[in-house]
Nanobody, 121 residues
Framework: QVQLVESGGGLVQAGGSLRLSCAAS????????MGWYRQAPGKQRELVAA???????TPEDSVKGRFTISRDNAKNTVYLQMNSLKPEDTAVYYC???????????????WGQGTQVTVSS
């Protein structure tokens, strides 16, 4: 399993920007499918964006044009650049790593501890 540590969360005004980082341990980082999820109070955890080992990204409709997921395999790190933030983006943001096998079989993968993002209106 891979260990994940998120950072970069905080309090920002609506319209502002934040960049989240997720540092991963292990030597096979480049092979993992990485994802950012979020969970708002009283809601289920939802996918925000994912990126494959080849750099193919799949952002959810709610964040298209505002959020960008990227990865730096040399640094074992995945990023989430969040622009034009809205109050409804307020949530705990989690990083997830899945191998291709886990993705095919529906395995949970590895999760970080989460980082809080709060957007004030």
């Amino acid at each position: 399993q891979v260990q994940l540590v998120e950072s970069g969360g905080g309090l920002v005004q609506a319209g502002g920007s934040l960049r989240l980082s997720c540092a991963a341990s292990g030597s096979a980082f480049s092979m993992y499918i990485m994802g950012w999820y979020r969970q708002a109070p009283g809601k289920q955890r939802e996918l925000v964006a994912a990126i494959t080992s080849d750099g193919i990204t799949t952002p959810e409709d709610s964040v298209k044009g505002r959020f960008t997921i990227s990865r730096d395999n040399a640094k074992n790190t995945v990023y989430l650049q969040m622009n034009s933030l809205k109050p409804e983006d307020t949530a705990v943001y989690y990083c997830n790593a899945r191998s291709v096998r886990e993705s095919v079989l529906g395995g949970p993968g590895s999760w970080g501890q989460g980082t809080q993002v709060t957007v004030s209106s």
